[in-house]
């Protein structure tokens, strides 16, 4: 089966140069995929001086002029989701590119199948955002017209609908089928990936007595329920009282802290903490799992999670000895933190958890089933 891979927001790049977190979803993703005999995968997406792309996928420029035509070769299109933007207003031809595209595979009768990893980023009508600018006199409606019909989602979410709750202007303005949604944990791509590689992480552990920061946060604000939670949690005056050492790192505006890092910096700025607590948008609860998860879990920390944020105990499922990691206040970390388990426990308990999220990991199920969400409707 060939498969036309493309990405709304961002040029697909494995350059080393470029830190955006963009793309990892793509490569996790990817490399799963790679397992497939069958599938013969293309990327299409502009052209730029940070452009690499590994050579067993073929490239195709999506600001070349024939880049419609490279439907008819391609039995699916898959399209990783993004922000649409325009940049101080300009035109910019990659957005419309894209949008063209999978009208044209709607008009060809060609599945588009969206993943869809991050809850905000909904696939939107292109028109409705594009039609009132000066610039959009020479376009029409129909260039960028998808057939939802033709529209499959691959969600990490349960529920999309969720991230689209009450917000009855937001869903007349995006792509989205009732019937066609699947599940997968997307997230779950980049231990397969670092399967696939051979990748252990416990090479370089530290003991978690030999770790200097006691809890540390890497992650984004993004919005007012998320401050909350991190407010609630990682701004208790109980913690300076303790004396623990809090380490807080990401696109944290509110807080006062902008000390972005890349993807592959994260993993190694928290093998230097013992613990991290996981919170997430309100729209993420009993909803998905994220990235910060499993790579926490692959660091060697204590993974403490917001208790809103799983509330059936989803993540550990069950674990022996994870129930006191689930906690609804910074008092509940302190307690667990001292109490419920000495530094040998923690260590040993880390290493439960590594082996049966990370060791016991199956490459072959995880592959299969993403590969049979894409296979059915081809």
Same mark, same amino acid.
């Given at each position: 089966?060939?498969?036309?891979?493309?990405?709304?927001? =961002?040029?697909?790049?494995?350059?080393?140069?470029?830190?955006? =977190?963009?793309?990892?979803?793509?490569?996790?993703?990817?490399?799963?995929?790679?397992?497939?005999?069958?599938?013969?995968?293309?990327?299409?997406?502009?052209?730029?001086?940070?452009?690499?792309?590994?050579?067993?996928?073929?490239?195709?420029?999506?600001?070349?002029?024939?880049?419609?035509?490279?439907?008819?070769?391609?039995?699916?299109?898959?399209?990783?989701?993004?922000?649409?933007?325009?940049?101080?207003?300009?035109?910019?031809?990659?957005?419309?590119?894209?949008? &063209?595209?999978?009208?044209?595979?709607?008009?060809?009768?060609?599945?588009?199948?969206?993943?869809?990893?991050?809850?905000?980023?909904?696939?939107?009508?292109?028109?409705?955002?594009?039609?009132?600018?000066?610039?959009?006199?020479?376009?029409?409606?129909?260039?960028?017209?998808?057939?939802?019909?033709?529209?499959?989602?691959?969600?990490?979410?349960?529920?999309?609908?969720?991230?689209?709750?009450?917000?009855?202007? &937001?869903?007349?303005?995006?792509?989205?089928?009732?019937?066609?949604?699947?599940?997968?944990?997307?997230?779950?791509?980049?231990?397969?990936?670092?399967?696939?590689?051979?990748?252990?992480?416990?090479?370089?552990?530290?003991?978690?007595?030999?770790?200097?920061?006691?809890?540390?946060?890497?992650?984004?604000?993004?919005?007012?329920?998320?401050?909350?939670?991190?407010?609630?949690?990682?701004?208790?005056?109980?913690?300076?009282?303790?004396?623990?050492?809090?380490?807080?790192?990401?696109?944290?505006?509110?807080?006062?802290?902008?000390?972005?890092?890349?993807?592959?910096?994260?993993?190694?700025?928290?093998?230097?903490?013992?613990?991290?607590?996981?919170?997430?948008?309100?729209?993420?609860?009993?909803?998905?799992?994220?990235?910060?998860?499993?790579?926490?879990?692959?660091?060697?920390?204590?993974?403490?999670?917001?208790?809103?944020?799983?509330?059936?105990?989803?993540?550990?499922?069950?674990?022996?000895?994870?129930?006191?990691?689930?906690?609804?206040?910074?008092?509940?970390?302190?307690?667990?933190?001292?109490?419920?388990?000495?530094?040998?426990?923690?260590?040993?308990?880390?290493?439960?958890?590594?082996?049966?999220?990370?060791?016991?990991?199956?490459?072959?199920?995880?592959?299969?089933?993403?590969?049979?969400?894409?296979?059915?409707?081809?």
């Amino acid at each position: 089966m060939k498969i036309l891979v493309t990405k709304i927001g =961002a040029n697909i790049t494995w350059s080393k140069s470029v830190t955006s =977190a963009a793309n990892t979803d793509i490569k996790y993703l990817l490399s799963c995929l790679d397992t497939q005999t069958d599938f013969d995968i293309s990327i299409i997406s502009k052209k730029t001086r940070n452009t690499i792309i590994p050579k067993k996928y073929k490239f195709i420029n999506l600001n070349d002029s024939s880049f419609q035509n490279v439907t008819e070769e391609h039995d699916v299109l898959v399209v990783f989701n993004g922000s649409i933007n325009f940049f101080g207003g300009a035109r910019d031809e990659s957005p419309l590119n894209i949008y &063209r595209l999978m009208n044209t595979c709607s008009k060809e009768q060609k599945p588009i199948f969206v993943i869809n990893t991050d809850g905000q980023l909904i696939l939107k009508k292109l028109w409705p955002m594009i039609h009132k600018r000066e610039w959009a006199t020479d376009l029409s409606a129909n260039e960028f017209d998808i057939d939802e019909s033709n529209v499959h989602y691959i969600s990490q979410f349960r529920n999309v609908n969720e991230l689209i709750r009450d917000d009855a202007e &937001r869903k007349k303005k995006i792509v989205i089928p009732k019937e066609n949604t699947m599940f997968i944990d997307l997230a779950a791509s980049m231990l397969c990936h670092g399967k696939i590689k051979g990748f252990d992480p416990r090479i370089n552990y530290p003991k978690l007595e030999d770790r200097k920061i006691d809890l540390t946060y890497g992650g984004y604000t993004r919005n007012t329920y998320r401050r909350k939670r991190l407010q609630h949690f990682y701004f208790n005056p109980i913690l300076k009282k303790l004396k623990l050492k809090l380490k807080l790192f990401g696109n944290l505006r509110d807080f006062g802290i902008v000390n972005r890092v890349s993807p592959s910096q994260f993993i190694r700025i928290m093998r230097s903490s013992r613990a991290t607590i996981i919170v997430g948008d309100k729209e993420y609860e009993n909803n998905t799992f994220t990235l910060r998860m499993y790579e926490s879990i692959l660091s060697g920390v204590i993974v403490f999670i917001d208790s809103k944020f799983d509330q059936k105990c989803r993540f550990y499922n069950g674990i022996e000895g994870t129930q006191n990691l689930y906690i609804r206040n910074t008092e509940e970390f302190v307690d667990s933190f001292f109490s419920d388990y000495n530094i040998a426990e923690m260590e040993e308990l880390t290493d439960k958890i590594y082996e049966e999220k990370y060791l016991n990991f199956s490459v072959e199920k995880y592959t299969s089933e993403l590969a049979s969400l894409l296979t059915p409707m081809s």
